[in-house]
């Protein structure tokens, strides 16, 4: 919590007979995240090589190439697909290659040669309708244009008619706001009438190689375009029949080609001399000892393993996230912005609690939850990868954090639900229905600025925390956290002073008491000592970060934007209401006849469409503001990220097990 | 009695008018930081879609790029309704 | 689409964004590193797990070998530049497309080549890279034609073609290409030059560089010239447009020695990393060591100004350009694979 795992670093080394060895067990366990050597920055290992790969690399190499071939062709792909219910043993798959790898190679390259061919002529035949079109206008068989032994033929686009001063047949039709002259001149006059054309800003176009009119020839090309793309349907689908048929095999294939290669190219990211290798890389700190035992253990002893020091701030230590379930999904948010780094506080579960928070009060309507809750629910079919399930976990949870809201706000789809609001009311004085003193704008005004005072004190104290934690005890650290301190008291001395001069809703009420200095009441003064004193506290810091001051106000009032998105989504939602329903449905159904039905109908159509964008441009206001309002606003004032992302070598077998 | 009705007439009319101007005012405010906002979004927009056609895992941190111009509509967002209610 | 506004900086905001996120997931020197110890079957499939799948997966079924890497990876710079240029916007298109157009004389030059030693349109396909403005389609049209004379007649709407019609019956005449060649990119050279002051985003900067990278081409001529013992008609090799004029580098190819060559561009750039690389050679320097060396201060100088003309043309063309080198490194290792070169052999050949 807070943290991300704790890593260990790990040296392994032994003599290159251990080399397969080794590679297939932390392959096997898939935890070890190999720092990948590089000649030129060998720190400690100069001298050192990257290794060669092991033998068979190759030949899975090209058999791997062959598979993803055919995969291609029947567009099949490992990552879209789920795991079957029973995976291939690797002895069957590797029997299943040498047998039948060939024969459905060459079924596969004879589909996708049939397909590339018609794909082919449909483009040729396209080409040909493109370059016939200009000649549309010529009424004459184009193959009379070819084959004068005499005379030379000129065809091109010019901007006005062209009179040639050598004897010449032309013709000239507009085309296009421009002119398609084809002129024929005797042969001895050919050059001089070229110069002439291009003087006269004359395009030559490619006469077409065709018998027959232009527009004779486009006719039999569209025709025969639509008998080949029926004919490319019909492969299509014979290729997708197949594709049922061999889908599990390939991706099987697939797999464990890909671990063998895996396994087999490892050496080329360890350091190696003649005889001996070394693997440097990461492990979570509980694993170092089941791992290092095993290694022993598959190598008889003949493997030397150390842990090595470093360093958790300078050192770039791969992060693994380390938070409870609920708030997993919420890496995916941070792996967005980015990663932390290891040494710093890993605020995932704070985001996991506040965002689902903060879209519920923006889009607090039970309807609208409901269907973001359904909607989710639906796109779990089709979002089958890590990243899209974890998505639809926190859009899970922001929904029903919107129906809680809606329930308190009592909204439903922009209709108020048979109780009041409890505490905020966002019911707009919009329709006949209208009544009361309308919305607490000014309440939730301040309220959300108040969620924007805690929440930035709240990044300014991690910022604190985070240098304690991380630099090295000293001027520098000190400087750094008093700085941080400093913006707090910035912000609560400008607080008092407010408080001290104005009555505010929700605000402690300081106004009132006698004035002390120049009109300003005790508590001002003390907020304007505060704020001179944190001013003094950034300014020691780095005199830079003063330029930044207003943004001491701006941020917070920032967080308004809570009730201010929210509350147009409300407007938008009832003023939809409002004419579907009042001005278009109501008056139809006082008196019904066939004209006022389809008037309905009209209704019924805005208030969908109305609602649909009104969903859509929540989801985006909802999510995006809130997680603005996180990026932008809190993690600027603690967050640094950059950190690597933990990429163990190994992988998790989907479709095969040994 | 024609004088009161005046007064009344007159009162109702500036307060119609303060209505008015008020109406204005938000509807300036409003528009106006909309006008900036899509100023500074136009380069940002730009880049943030140039980046994302390249690669999709941009798209997160484009689109909020792209959005933290809306902070300056927010305001006017803000101002419009404190005028308005 | 003319409804879109392409004026002002959005353009070149996007295009730069989306240029230099592609310049990011070019390969890097660790990577190359790695496939230098890796064998032909290992590296094809190393690359078709980065950008060039694609290509990989569909030629796979009818290539293999070292074939399949050569074809896919001049199918991926081909579809690579096409798609460059069916994103930008423009005015910047406009410039790409006429900087993309030395793919049309290395294209052209290949096909007529290659028709004229008679060898067979599948096999002159296979090295063609069709990234310029005649797509594959019109190469493909070209490679149907029979006879050296026809393929230059359809080539009638070629914007070089003037100056193939001019140079060819010549080069018919002498059996070589070569000057015809270097003609076309004298004629190049000049139109992208012009091109630089239409009123393009950094044209300026782009403009010096171009200078530079003509001074660059010069320098290797004359080296390579010298190297191979030739002293005279070296007029018509040389490009106009750099810092060097013709004279000049006439005068510089005909030195005594290769310390005189050396001195002489060490006169011109006395500072900076060309000077550096003068000071450190000697004449006992591979040629293709000094002409690689060349190559990466070319492209460092336009890595520099892209940086400094961030929302400019700089940036697109410094990806067009690294892309081109990383297509180029990933051949020399494969070919260098093929024939068994060992690794470090291998590395001289790359530029990274």
Not at chain 1, 25 to 40: A, G, Q, T
Not at chain 1, 440 to 455: E, Q, R
Not at chain 1, 584 to 604: E, F, M, R, S, W
Not at chain 3, 287 to 312: C, G, P, W
Request: charge should be negative.
């Amino acid at each position: 919590m807070f943290e991300p795992q704790t890593m260990s670093k790990l040296l392994i080394a032994a003599s290159k007979d251990q080399l397969e060895a080794v590679v297939r067990e932390l392959y096997r366990h898939n935890l070890f995240h190999i720092e990948d050597f590089v000649e030129s920055d060998a720190q400690g290992l100069e001298g050192c090589k990257i290794g060669m790969p092991l033998p068979g690399a190759s030949e899975s190499s090209s058999e791997l190439v062959r598979i993803r071939s055919i995969e291609n062709t029947y567009s099949v792909s490992p990552t879209s697909m789920d795991a079957g219910e029973q995976k291939m043993p690797t002895s069957e798959v590797r029997q299943r290659i040498e047998r039948e790898l060939l024969a459905i190679e060459k079924e596969a390259a004879a589909f996708s040669g049939e397909k590339v061919s018609l794909e082919n002529t449909i483009r040729d035949y396209r080409t040909r309708i493109a370059e016939l079109k200009p000649f549309t206008v010529f009424p004459a068989n184009l193959a009379d244009l070819k084959g004068f032994e005499y005379f030379a033929v000129f065809a091109g686009l010019v901007p006005a008619q062209v009179s040639l001063g050598v004897p010449n047949e032309t013709f000239i039709a507009a085309y296009d706001k421009s002119n398609l002259l084809i002129a024929v001149v005797p042969r001895e006059n050919a050059e001089e009438a070229e110069k002439e054309l291009f003087d006269a800003g004359f395009q030559p176009v490619q006469i077409p190689d065709e018998d027959g009119t232009a527009g004779e020839r486009t006719v039999w090309y569209t025709h025969e375009i639509t008998r080949l793309e029926g004919d490319l349907g019909a492969v299509s689908g014979r290729i997708f029949a197949q594709k049922e048929k061999n889908a599990t095999f390939l991706v099987a294939c697939d797999e464990l080609l890909t671990a063998e290669v895996e396994r087999a190219e490892a050496p080329l990211r360890f350091a190696t001399t003649e005889e001996t290798f070394v693997a440097e890389g990461w492990v979570p700190a509980d694993m170092v000892a089941v791992l290092t035992s095993d290694l022993q253990s598959a190598t008889d002893g003949k493997v030397f393993i150390s842990e090595v020091g470093f360093d958790p701030i300078e050192d770039a230590v791969p992060v693994e996230y380390h938070n409870p379930n609920f708030s997993k999904p919420t890496e995916m948010l941070m792996d967005i912005y980015s990663r932390p780094q290891y040494g710093e506080l890993d605020p995932t579960i704070l985001v996991s609690i506040v965002f689902p928070i903060f879209f519920g009060f923006i889009l607090g309507d039970v309807g609208y939850g409901i269907i973001l809750l359904a909607l989710g629910f639906y796109l779990r079919k089709f979002l089958k990868d890590d990243a899209g399930k974890k998505l639809l976990d926190v859009l899970r949870n922001a929904s029903i954090s919107s129906i809680i809201f809606g329930l308190i706000y009592s909204e439903f789809f922009g209709f108020s639900l048979p109780w009041s609001p409890i505490g905020i009311n966002r019911h707009l004085l919009i329709g006949s229905h209208a009544g009361g003193h309308g919305p607490d704008v000014v309440l939730m005004l301040v309220l959300t600025a108040w969620v924007g005072i805690l929440h930035i004190t709240l990044g300014r104290m991690i910022h604190m925390y985070n240098g304690a934690k991380m630099i090295t005890p000293g001027r520098h650290r000190s400087k750094v956290i008093f700085g941080q301190f400093g913006w707090i008291l910035v912000m609560w001395g400008i607080l008092l002073v407010l408080w001290s001069l104005f009555e505010m809703p929700l605000m402690p009420v300081l106004a009132g008491y006698p004035a002390v200095f120049a009109g300003i009441n005790g508590f001002g003064v003390a907020g304007a000592v505060l704020t001179l004193v944190g001013i003094i506290g950034i300014g020691q810091d780095s005199l830079l970060e003063l330029m930044e001051l207003p943004t001491v106000i701006s941020h917070v009032l920032s967080y308004t934007r809570l009730a201010a998105v929210g509350l147009s989504s409300v407007a938008i939602a009832m003023v939809t209401n409002y004419i579907a329903i009042e001005l278009i449905i109501d008056p139809q159904l006082a008196n019904l006849n066939l004209v006022g039905v389809i008037i309905i109908l009209i209704g019924i159509v805005i208030f969908l469409v109305g609602h649909t964008l009104n969903i859509a441009l929540g989801i985006l206001g909802g999510g995006l503001h809130s997680i603005r309002l996180h990026y932008v606003e809190f993690f600027t004032k603690f967050y640094k990220g950059g950190g690597k992302k933990y990429e163990p070598f190994g992988k998790l077998l989907k479709f095969t097990e040994d | 009695m024609a004088v009161e009705t005046m007064t009344i007439e007159i009162v109702e009319a500036a307060v119609a008018t303060a209505a008015g101007f008020k109406a204005i005012g938000a509807g300036l405010a409003v528009g106006l930081t909309g006008m900036g906002t899509g100023l500074a979004q136009f380069g940002i927009g730009s880049a943030a879609v140039g980046a994302t056609a390249e690669n999709k895992e941009m798209f997160g941190l484009a689109l909020l790029f792209t959005v933290i111009p809306e902070t300056i509509v927010i305001f006017g967002l803000v101002v419009a309704l404190l005028l308005l209610f | 689409m003319s409804s879109v506004s392409i004026t002002g900086p959005a353009p070149y905001i996007y295009s730069s964004t989306r240029m230099r996120v592609r310049k990011a997931k070019l390969i890097g020197h660790d990577e190359y590193m790695r496939m230098l110890n890796m064998s032909l079957p290992e590296i094809t499939r190393s690359i078709e797990e980065k950008e060039y799948k694609a290509e990989i997966d569909e030629l796979a079924s009818s290539f293999s070998g070292l074939d399949l890497v050569e074809v896919a990876l001049s199918w991926n710079l081909a579809k690579e530049f096409q798609n460059v240029l069916g994103i930008m916007p423009g005015l910047i298109k406009k410039f790409t497309a006429s900087y993309l157009q030395h793919w049309d004389i290395y294209n052209v030059l290949t096909i007529l080549r290659g028709k004229t030693q008679g060898v067979s349109a599948g096999k002159i396909k296979e090295v063609l890279i069709p990234a310029g403005s005649l797509d594959r389609v019109a190469l493909d049209r070209l490679l149907a034609e029979d006879s050296p004379e026809r393929i230059v007649e359809a080539l009638s709407s070629w914007s070089l073609y003037p100056v193939l019609e001019r140079e060819f019956p010549a080069a018919m005449e002498k059996g070589t290409f070569g000057d015809l060649e270097n003609e076309l990119f004298k004629a190049f050279y000049r139109y992208i030059l012009k091109q630089t002051a239409s009123g393009v985003k950094g044209g300026k900067p782009f403009r010096d560089y171009l200078k530079l990278e003509i001074d660059l081409l010069n320098i290797k001529t004359v080296v390579r010239l010298y190297k191979g013992g030739v002293r005279e008609d070296v007029r018509m090799l040389m490009v106009e447009g750099g810092s060097f004029s013709v004279d000049e580098l006439i005068r510089l190819a005909s030195s005594e020695s290769m310390e005189e060559i050396l001195e002489g561009i060490r006169k011109r750039y006395p500072e900076g990393p060309i000077g550096e690389l003068m000071d450190s050679a000697d004449k006992s320097m591979p040629l293709h060591e000094m002409e690689n060396a060349l190559t990466r201060v070319m492209l460092d100088q336009m890595d520099r100004i892209s940086k400094r003309y961030a929302f400019s043309i700089c940036p697109t063309l410094v990806y067009l350009m690294r892309k081109r080198y990383e297509v180029a490194n990933l051949r020399a290792i494969a070919r260098g694979k093929e024939s068994g070169l060992p690794g470090e052999k291998i590395a001289e050949f790359l530029v990274v």
